[in-house]
């Protein structure tokens, strides 16, 4: 038994098993059978992963082609508007149905989940399992789609063009119906897993914030997800049968089309940016060394903000031909759903005061978090304001406010939280000074990239728009190069992550100083999680003195 010597100071001197999750069996075989839910994380995480680095390609593809008006590289076009469509589809669609709605709760929620309650697994092991082979599925489809065909209605499907176009639009639209039941079990399971294997002495308001957001984001997939299962199938029902539902020449309505998918896809942004708050909700007080401010607030504001989800859909159809009274009462509701989101806010930098706050790699990221989302959010509140979100709907100002909401927040948490469970998962520490140069260069990529975008959506640059008047073309540059820098961090933050594999295990089992349970076990855990059953002792985040070694 040696002595291990913390990041923050603390001694670590329980004994390492020889046996984890990671040597516990071995074969290709075992993987593929296993139903444990630390194995089954694992394998998400290098799916989401692979689909995180397709879109991101395409992305710079997109930004790469819109350097300039002509889309001129070298002397040759880089690629025509035909190809261009398809290219910025490609994005959204794996960035949206293969990264962003499963990242966090099907990777970092599977591995961490059960261990935060102090549970061996899962309450359906096998039906997670399952979930995991439907996504599978379900991406090999999508990525056939790609391959054999063109799709270029851009990731919303919008009729009637979806149901007119030539292309593989009916394979995608199957391969994203077939992702919803993977997401939909993997809900069912969070929801039993937390209502029935919290450890003993857990109640409701003893469970780390972060279960509270998974919890919610399980509310949400049970129940928006078959809404758009339901869409797609009709949709493809369409284009196979040519039976009149959303194409106005066969009788049907194109706006029912849009009901239908934004009372899905609302809710689904908060399937995508609750688990990143979820996870905020972890980095903040632990590396802050202080109790969460207004911890019951917050837990309050995930379930608001899960059920307030499901009645604001309209704002996304202002200019759709709603009535004046449907549009007014849309416009109030988005006002009241960033209340939730604000106390959030509040809370998270009230724990932060006269914190002893510590800059390492997971606290940058959750400090850029709180940045980011920020200008996102405030940025939600224009476009809910009719008189303003008639001038910049479907222009680069909404292009900018998505990406600050999805990418400023869910992929900037989705990557703290990476660094933050790093070591519990796999055992080794990374490099620190990496870790942040990462984390500055995506920061601040991130807004050169995108805050340009808020310019060039007031001055009234259309998005989707192939071509474009040379007076925007400076500031398409600026946000090009942007795209560069944010791909350098990325690449600085995956070499560094990956560089450490390579190392023996040198992670102690609570390298940040974290009272919730899932720091209670060895790093990487046992196949079983805990040696004995954990008890609470106990309260989340309850930080007390500790001495700390000089």
Not at 194 to 215: E, T
Not at 491 to 500: F, R
Request: glycine share 10%; with cysteine; aromatic share 16%.
């Amino acid at each position: 038994m040696a002595n291990t010597l913390t990041s923050r100071g603390k001694i670590a001197d329980h004994p390492r098993p020889e046996v984890n999750y990671l040597n516990a069996s071995k074969g290709i075989w075992s993987w593929m059978t296993t139903v444990d839910h630390k194995r089954i994380g694992v394998m998400y995480l290098v799916g989401v992963l692979t689909a995180f680095l397709m879109g991101g390609i395409f992305a710079l593809f997109v930004r790469l082609s819109l350097l300039n008006p002509k889309h001129m590289l070298f002397g040759k076009v880089l690629m025509s508007a035909e190809t261009y469509n398809r290219v910025f589809t490609l994005h959204g669609v794996i960035m949206v149905f293969l990264f962003i709605i499963p990242s966090i709760p099907a990777a970092l929620g599977n591995f961490v989940l059960p261990l935060m309650l102090g549970a061996k697994d899962v309450a359906f092991p096998r039906l997670n399992l399952a979930s995991f082979y439907l996504w599978v599925i379900g991406a090999v489809m999508a990525v056939c789609g790609m391959i054999f065909g063109a799709i270029d209605t851009g990731w919303t499907f919008y009729t009637p063009y979806s149901t007119t176009t030539s292309g593989t639009v009916t394979l995608m639209v199957m391969a994203v119906f077939i992702l919803g039941f993977s997401s939909i079990f993997t809900g069912i399971n969070f929801v039993a897993t937390v209502h029935k294997l919290r450890a003993p002495g857990m109640g409701w308001f003893d469970m780390p914030l972060f279960v509270w957001g998974i919890y919610s984001t399980a509310i949400i997939q049970v129940l928006a997800t078959p809404v758009l299962g339901i869409t797609l199938c009709l949709l493809a029902l369409e284009r196979v049968f040519s039976i009149g539902i959303f194409d106005p020449k066969l009788g049907g309505d194109p706006v029912l089309f849009q009901h239908f998918f934004w009372f899905y896809s609302h809710p689904a942004v908060y399937i995508m940016i609750l688990p990143g708050m979820a996870i905020i909700s972890e980095l903040i007080p632990t590396f802050s060394r202080k109790t969460m401010f207004g911890y019951r607030a917050v837990a309050y504001s995930s379930v608001s903000l899960a059920l307030l989800s499901f009645i604001v859909w309209g704002h996304h159809m202002f200019v759709a031909g709603q009535s004046q009274l449907a549009t007014v009462i849309f416009s109030a509701l988005t006002f009241l759903v960033a209340i939730p989101s604000g106390v959030k806010m509040f809370n998270w930098l009230g724990t932060m005061y006269k914190g002893n706050i510590s800059l390492e790699t997971p606290m940058l990221y959750a400090i850029s978090f709180l940045l980011l989302f920020g200008i996102g959010g405030l940025t939600g509140i224009f476009l809910g304001t009719l008189s303003t979100d008639v001038h910049l709907t479907d222009t680069y100002f909404v292009v900018a406010h998505f990406h600050y909401v999805m990418m400023g927040g869910t992929v900037i948490a989705f990557i703290g939280g990476l660094h933050y469970w790093w070591p519990k998962m796999t055992g080794r520490m990374y490099n620190e000074k990496f870790g942040a140069l990462g984390c500055v260069l995506v920061f601040i990529g991130f807004n050169m990239t995108f805050l340009t975008q808020f310019f060039l959506g007031s001055k009234g640059m259309p998005r989707r728009y192939y071509n474009y008047l040379d007076q925007y073309q400076p500031l398409h540059a600026f946000s090009t190069y942007g795209s560069w820098v944010i791909g350098l961090g990325m690449m600085i933050t995956a070499v560094n992550l990956l560089a450490s594999l390579r190392k023996p295990y040198d992670a102690p089992d609570n390298p940040w100083g974290g009272t919730t349970l899932e720091w209670k076990t060895s790093s990487p855990p046992i196949e079983h999680n805990f040696e004995e059953q954990p008890v609470l002792e106990r309260a989340p985040y309850d930080y007390r003195p500790e001495p700390v070694a000089h």
